[in-house]
């Protein structure tokens, strides 16, 4: 949630950040493993923490 944050901000984009933690809207986004990161309904990677740099790629920032 922290590195996600902090590269959102980084990248000057206004997206806005949630952490999920009930375990039925997890596995309604199609998240099988946690952390997890999902953007606009995509899931970016499961099972790990991404680097700042991988999410500001994935903003496009």
């Not at 099988?32 to 994935?58: H, Y």
């Amino acid at each position: 949630y922290e590195i996600v944050s902090k590269a959102v901000a980084a990248s000057g984009s206004d997206a806005t950040v949630e952490k999920i933690t009930d375990l039925r809207e997890i596995m309604a986004l199609g998240v099988l493993a946690t952390p997890a990161v999902v953007i606009d309904g995509g899931i970016m990677c499961t099972g790990r923490v991404p680097s700042a740099e991988e999410v500001r790629g994935w903003l496009g920032a």
